[in-house]
T-cell receptor, first 115, second 114 residues
């Protein structure tokens, strides 16, 4: 158990809909990362937050947005969903913004299926 | 461009055999390199970290090497077990000058068979 909690574990929705994925980082971790992993693909970095502030942005679509709340949990919002958005979405946390050894602790992922 | 390339893309071996996975990177400035293991449908878990001054590090049956001059790392798995079947991902962290960013390889899919 990494200590990172993601909900929901599975989600099935239709094209055009909007969903919210939630992540609670490990206790004490200030940094939260979101990754997308499509079938048989590598992990694609979406966005990072550190202590409530956006820290780095990757290949995140304009239809996607995220935020980190004062209690450090984070939400990833996906809107106007398309079939190609079907993927595993992972949240990871780390103690620091980027320095140090920077080990990431990953949650178990949220599997999104868009029909 | 900062890149991390892994080979082979996939590998099938018999239980009990050894194997070596490769990671070549062009990331600069280099801070550290981690190997993660990702079981199917699960989140990746760190196996080992290599910093600039380290050549070899072991974690049980896993041994990682780093050649900072040639920018290559390898992960050697000894006496493979069925539970080693997973994707192994090489992740390189840039140094401060590179914003401490992470660059992920696409992984090597290992399958261990009886």
């Amino acid at each position: 158990d990494s200590g990172v909690t993601q909900t929901p574990k599975h989600l099935i929705t239709a094209t055009g809909q909007r969903v919210t994925l939630r992540c609670s980082p490990r206790s004490g971790d200030l940094s939260v990362y979101w990754y997308q992993q499509s079938l048989d693909q590598g992990l694609q970095f979406l966005i990072q937050y550190y202590n409530g502030e956006e820290r780095a942005k990757g290949n995140i679509l304009e239809r996607f947005s995220a935020q980190q709340f004062p209690d450090l949990h984070s939400e990833l919002n996906l809107s106007s969903l398309e079939l190609g958005d079907s993927a595993l979405y992972f949240c990871a946390s780390s103690r620091l913004a980027g320095g140090g050894t920077g080990e990431l602790f990953f949650g178990e992922g949220s599997r999104l299926t868009v029909l | 461009k900062n890149q991390v390339e892994q080979s082979p893309q996939s590998l099938i071996i018999l239980e009990g055999k050894n194997c070596t996975l490769q990671c070549n990177y062009t990331v600069s400035p280099f801070s550290n390199l981690r190997w993660y293991k990702q079981d199917t449908g699960r989140g990746p878990v760190s196996l080992t970290i290599m910093t600039f001054s380290e050549n070899t590090k072991s974690n049980g049956r896993y041994t990682a090497t780093l050649d900072a001059d040639t920018k290559q790392s390898s992960l050697h798995i000894t006496a493979s077990q069925l539970s080693d079947s997973a994707s192994y991902i090489c992740v390189v962290r840039l140094g401060v000058g590179g914003g401490n960013k992470l660059t992920f390889g696409t992984g090597t899919q290992l399958k261990v068979e009886l």
